[in-house]
């Protein structure tokens, strides 16, 4: 569960706010304005909290939900005409899911075998479906409306949506937010300027970046950046 609202504040980009299609600018600040001040006085405040526990166990619980996103991505890696990509990602599933004790311990990754991560918006967007205006959505934050129409597709397709024991589901959901809340704690002073334009300029620029797979997208920062998402 990438897509939190704030994970886009870990991304610089040099867009122009006035170069990215936002409609609904109004609106969408209010809803921006909503999603801070849960952050601000609960999200944020937990994280705080979680960020005490030990480094080994945050390790293993953030390779335990990059390891559940493996079935979605290797699903998008054929969808993308990517089969050699998605042999390497079902079988990083595979392998951590058991020598990997479910996934706490990433084992794949020392056997050379690369993390990828791509979910359906990706997969229209390579099918030439345009982004459309973005959008500011409650609690999930910073989309556009081909990554919101693509959000139903990409929940049927993770392995928590399956999951028959509904408390259990949510556990794990809420769990996931908040590892991923803490870890954009250490990066957070990056954010500069309007929040607002620099959570929706961040989010197109990591997008594209996704969509090309970092192909002919150079920015260093980012490259640095997506590398922190998935091994801190």
């Known amino acids: 569960m990438r897509g939190l609202f704030l994970f886009s504040a870990l991304f610089v980009c040099?867009?122009?706010?006035a170069d990215i299609n936002d409609p609904?600018?109004?609106?969408?600040?209010?809803?921006?304005?909503?999603?801070?001040?849960?952050d601000k006085n609960f999200l944020k405040p937990v994280a705080k909290v979680y960020s005490?526990?030990?480094?080994?166990?945050?390790?293993?619980?953030?390779?335990?939900?990059?390891?559940?996103?493996?079935?979605?991505?290797?699903?998008?890696?054929?969808?993308?005409?990517?089969?050699k990509r998605a042999i390497n990602d079902i079988s990083r599933f595979i392998?951590?899911?058991?020598?990997?004790?479910?996934?706490?311990?990433d084992v794949a990754?020392?056997?050379?075998?690369?993390?990828?991560?791509?979910?359906?918006?990706?997969?229209?967007?390579?099918?030439?479906?345009?982004s459309g205006p973005y959008i500011?959505?409650?609690?999930?934050?910073?989309s556009s409306l081909r990554d919101s129409l693509s959000k139903p597709f990409s929940s049927f397709l993770s392995v928590t949506f399956h999951m028959t024991e509904d408390d259990v589901n949510l556990s794990l959901k809420a769990i996931d937010a908040l590892e991923t809340r803490e870890r954009l704690l250490e990066v957070e002073s990056?954010?500069?300027?309007?929040?607002?334009?620099?959570v929706k300029d961040s989010y197109v620029q990591f997008m594209e970046y996704e969509v090309k797979d970092g192909v002919g997208v150079e920015d260093e920062f980012l490259d640095d950046m997506d590398d922190f998402l998935i091994d801190q």
């Open 136 to 142: 500011m959505l409650p609690a999930l934050g910073p």
């Open 95 to 105: 392998i951590n899911s058991t020598v990997g004790i479910g996934g706490f311990i």
């Open 190 to 198: 990056l954010i500069s300027g309007d929040r607002y334009n620099f």
């Open 109 to 130: 990754s020392k056997l050379g075998m690369p993390s990828h991560d791509e979910d359906f918006a990706q997969t229209l967007a390579l099918w030439g479906t345009p």
């Open 24 to 38: 609904f600018e109004d609106i969408n600040r209010g809803i921006f304005n909503f999603n801070e001040s849960v």
């Open 14 to 17: 040099s867009l122009y706010a």
């Open 52 to 83: 005490k526990t030990p480094k080994p166990i945050k390790k293993g619980v953030t390779n335990f939900f990059n390891n559940l996103e493996e079935v979605e991505t290797s699903i998008n890696q054929v969808l993308q005409g990517k089969p």
